[in-house]
């Protein structure tokens, strides 16, 4: 399978906000703003990407061990110390971004974003470089959703005057499904399974 065509495909087709609805907490909470839905969307680069990598390797020797019943256990904590690196890295030489993210960088942990990139590389047999090209990609994925999410809400807010009903959060699964259902339209460019 060509690691391009996993990149894209994950990206694109397979977004995994998009097409499998992972990530929707911090995905809505976050997206207020494009400078803090950048900022969330790069942790989630670097979190989702770094622990694809590193879970890879802790699963072959799982596998070898013939112990795999213990991966999800393991990759939850791989994921609990990526995080934990990200929280520390920011507060320390990024305070701005590391207060805007509040409660929602420790949220990353059991962002089923995280976890899930790691299962589907599982499931779906990945060698280690097709590991690396799914993670990112599939990261780089989630970023792009949030993002044009926080985009359509900047503008909302900037020039419409909506319902009650519809303010806040209620417009965003709106936002959401629209994008879930344009990006349909790539069904087909990639397959990644």
Not at 118 to 144: D, P
Not at 155 to 183: C, E, M, N, Q, T
Request: glycine share 8%; aromatic share 12%; with cysteine.
């Amino acid at each position: 399978m060509n690691y391009l065509e996993i990149f894209i495909g994950s990206i694109l087709n397979h977004n995994i906000a998009l097409a499998y609805i992972l990530g929707m907490c911090p995905l809505i909470a976050i997206s207020t703003n494009i400078k803090n839905a950048k900022g969330m969307g790069l942790a989630v680069v670097f979190v989702v990407t770094l622990t694809g990598i590193i879970n890879y390797p802790i699963y072959v020797l799982l596998q070898r061990t013939n112990t795999t019943q213990l991966s999800l256990l393991v990759f939850i904590i791989t994921i609990a110390a990526t995080v934990q690196f990200l929280e520390m890295f920011l507060e320390k030489f990024i305070p701005k971004l590391y207060n805007a993210f509040g409660i929602f960088l420790p949220l990353i942990t059991v962002n089923c974003v995280v976890l899930g990139v790691s299962l589907f590389f599982v499931n779906r047999s990945y060698n280690f470089f097709q590991t690396a090209a799914f993670s990112f990609g599939s990261s780089v994925g989630w970023m792009v959703a949030i993002i044009l999410v926080a985009g359509v809400r900047e503008k909302i807010k900037a020039h419409s005057d909506l319902p009650k009903g519809l303010a806040g959060k209620g417009i965003v699964f709106i936002v959401l499904g629209i994008l879930s259902l344009a990006f349909i339209g790539f069904t087909g460019l990639a397959s990644i399974q």
